[in-house]
């Protein structure tokens, strides 16, 4: 029968070998048999010690998400673990990669951790709605106190080894060979009197503002997890070791159940298919060594930074010298920003800098082998761009579009070489938003299809392949939000309850205050264009707040005032008078009722979308909306909502 683990022995170790493709992640089998191989080295008399290592590229990377749905099969996870904890050998983790969730809680039962310096260790069970259930929130603070504890538990964030190493987490890095460091570090063990297991050390009570300050710490809206995990630290520095652990499998199985969970565990399954469209499963990405923006506003700096924090060298190019020192300048500002966030220093920024050419003549892209264009939004202006680059870059280079409307058809019409131009559209500000739709056209070949995938996890961004139409999948979806709300508007529901209702719901904004953040001329003036080619576009609330100069906080109002300096929305007379004759007296409308409208119709427009082949799988809408428009991930998007699954 094929088993996950396999056993030998070198001298009197035992190395046990964990096979469980792709991620180590413990399924039922691997539990079945890890159990099994601490019977089978307990009754050797001969071994004196075992290894627990695993192959391909990780340690045990946690449960198996894949059975959260199903029911727990024995042996379970925390008995598992105990069970290693109470082996008559001592076990040794031998940790590369992550140990990650329930990975680290088995390297907690093993009686030594041991890792070379790129391994990681973390409990990130928060991420998907849970807390660790396997004793993550009564093993961590016995083993490395509290702090470290909470720390680790209610952020979900991995660590390092090096720092693991200092905190107590783990008892030694190894470099070299991992399987060698480890035998070397158990023969040295064994010489010595063994530390006591886990389970049996202390753990030090904190008081009531430790914790009231922690609270304050975690809590996150519309987040159980963070908070429940504190809980479950608190009972383990108060309960005893056994009654603690019930607590936390209880408190585990609850959250595994609830809805937040399911969502988070959607997102997570989600973001992982987004980015390997079947089709391109064998096709090579061809290497960017160096990436032309063409450019420098809002989202071309945006881009350039973006491709520098991912170590690609850029070229950028404006139409005269004095629009490219202002975009060298925003990127310049963008990069102080993230010193003044201690996310950068000085001398990395210098470096990022350093691999910025800024140029006005179109020939420095000669040796690009990506052109990504975010001029004006305007056909005449990206079609004489084009031909430029045409002209100017290798044969082979491809060349991409940021347009956020315009058909990329018409972009590219009647250019030599349409297989190798797609559309690349990123958001705002684009050294941040995780999105990135890719838009290919009838003609985009494979190879570049596949090299714009590759290209976004270099960005470590959230891939979604986007089909044409207008807005493609996330700029249409919102426009429909818009006109929801408005019409809720129109029926009588206050603005103010409208944006409240949505930020009830998790979005950071309702869908006004937003608007007034972002400019209400964008979509006037795409609206306007539509119009001005013949289009039948009939008036919207916010045309007519734009042509009573409110185009949001830039002018000091939109669908509120704002005074100067100030953005907190506040109620408008104006705007009441403007609106009035196109409002009727509605009864109010509940939050509830608001907010199931408004994501009701963003999943109607989603339904719209897949069925006209636009987007590939409904997930695919929920990430665009969740890393591109705010959609709270906890609700795991608009289609997972409303009930819409793969
Ligand atoms: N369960 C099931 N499948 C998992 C998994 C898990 N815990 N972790 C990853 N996978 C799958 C992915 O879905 C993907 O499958 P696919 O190839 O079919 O799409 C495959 O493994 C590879 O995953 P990635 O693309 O993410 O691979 P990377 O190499 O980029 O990253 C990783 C590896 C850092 C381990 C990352 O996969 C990860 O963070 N995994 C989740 C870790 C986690 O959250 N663990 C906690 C689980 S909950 C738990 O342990 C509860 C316990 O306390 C009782
Ligand atoms: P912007 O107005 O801030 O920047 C455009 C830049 O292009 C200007 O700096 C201009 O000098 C430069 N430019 C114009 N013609 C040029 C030429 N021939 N050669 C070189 N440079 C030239 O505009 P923004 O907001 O950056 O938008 C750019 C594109 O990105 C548009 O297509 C827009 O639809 C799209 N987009 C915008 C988003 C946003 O939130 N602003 C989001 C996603 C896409």
């Not at 570090?185 to 008081?207: C, D, H, N, Q, Y």
């Not at 929305?569 to 409002?583: D, G, I, N, Y």
């Not at 809408?621 to 906890?634: A, S, T």
């Amino acid at each position: 029968m094929n088993t996950p683990v396999s056993i030998r022995s070198q001298g009197d170790i035992a190395i046990v070998t964990l096979d469980n493709p792709p991620v180590n992640a413990i399924s039922a089998a691997v539990r079945k048999a890890l159990w099994q191989a601490v019977e089978e080295i307990d009754a050797d008399p001969n071994l004196r010690a075992a290894i627990l290592i695993c192959q391909g590229r990780t340690f045990i990377a946690g449960a198996d998400v894949r059975e959260f749905g199903q029911t727990p099969e024995p042996p379970h996870l925390p008995d598992l673990v105990d069970h290693l904890e109470a082996a008559r050998v001592p076990w040794i983790a031998a940790i590369h990669g992550t140990a990650l969730g329930g990975g680290f809680e088995i390297a907690m039962g093993c009686r030594f951790r041991v890792a070379p310096p790129q391994a990681k260790i973390g409990l990130p069970e928060v991420t998907l709605g849970i807390i660790p259930g396997a004793s993550g929130t009564v093993r961590t603070p016995r083993l490395a106190g509290v702090e470290v504890a909470v720390d680790l538990v209610t952020t979900g964030k991995p660590m390092a080894a090096p720092k693991a190493h200092a905190l107590g987490l783990i008892d030694a890095v190894i470099e070299g060979d991992l399987e060698a460091g480890a035998m070397a570090f158990a023969t040295e063990a064994l010489s010595k009197a063994l530390p006591a297991p886990i389970s049996a050390r202390p753990v030090s009570t904190m008081g009531e503002a430790f914790w009231e300050a922690q609270r304050t710490r975690a809590a996150k809206p519309g987040h159980r997890a963070p908070l429940e995990a504190l809980t479950a630290i608190r009972r383990a520095t108060e309960l005893p070791f056994a009654q603690a652990m019930a607590a936390e499998r209880e408190s585990f199985l609850a959250l595994r159940a609830s809805d937040e969970a399911a969502a988070l565990r959607a997102v997570f399954f989600a973001e992982r298919a987004a980015p390997r469209p079947e089709a391109l499963r064998d096709v090579t990405p061809r290497k960017l060594a160096q990436v032309g923006v063409v450019g420098g506003g809002t989202m071309g700096a945006g881009i350039a930074a973006a491709l520098r924090n991912a170590g690609l060298p850029v070229v950028l190019i404006e139409r005269d010298a004095d629009a490219l020192e202002r975009g060298i300048d925003t990127l310049r500002r963008t990069f102080e920003g993230a010193i003044k966030r201690g996310k950068l220093t000085e001398a990395a920024r210098d470096a990022l800098m350093a691999g910025v050419t800024g140029v006005t003549d179109y020939a420095a892209l000669s040796d690009c082998d990506l052109v990504i264009e975010a001029v004006f939004e305007k056909l005449s202006v990206k079609r004489e761009v084009f031909e430029r680059l045409v002209a100017q870059c290798r044969p082979d280079a491809i060349l991409a579009t940021n347009t956020s409307y315009i058909d990329p058809r018409e972009i590219f019409e009647g250019l030599p070489g349409a297989e190798r131009c797609i559309g690349l559209h990123f958001f705002s500000p684009a050294q941040i938003m995780k999105l990135l739709e890719i838009v290919p056209l009838p003609e985009t070949s494979t190879e570049v299809l596949a090299t714009a995938f590759a290209l976004a996890k270099q960005l470590s961004k959230v891939p979604v392949r986007a089909g044409i139409c207008e807005g493609f999948i996330g700029n249409r979806i919102l426009k429909r939000y818009r006109s929801e709300a408005e019409s809720l508007l129109r029926a009588g529901v206050p603005i103010a309850d409208v944006d409240a209702a949505m930020r009830g719901y998790g979005f950071r904004m309702g869908p006004f205050e937003a608007q007034d953040l972002g400019g209400l001329d964008i979509a006037y003036l795409q609206r306007e264009g539509a119009r001005a080619a013949g289009q039948d576009v009939p008036e919207t609330l916010g045309d007519i707040l734009v042509g009573a100069g409110r185009k949001g906080q830039k002018t000091g109002g939109g669908w509120y005032d704002y005074s100067q300096g100030d953005r907190s929305p506040r109620p408008s007379e104006q705007v009441a008078e403007l609106l009035a004759p196109h409002l009727s007296k509605g009864a109010p409308m509940a939050e509830a009722e608001i907010a199931e409208h408004l994501v009701g119709a963003l999943a109607d427009e989603g339904r719209a979308i897949l069925a006209e082949g636009i987007a590939d799988r409904a997930s695919d809408i929920d990430l665009v909306e969740i890393h591109g428009y705010g959609f709270p991930r906890w609700k795991g998007g608009p289609m997972f909502a409303s009930g819409h699954r793969d």
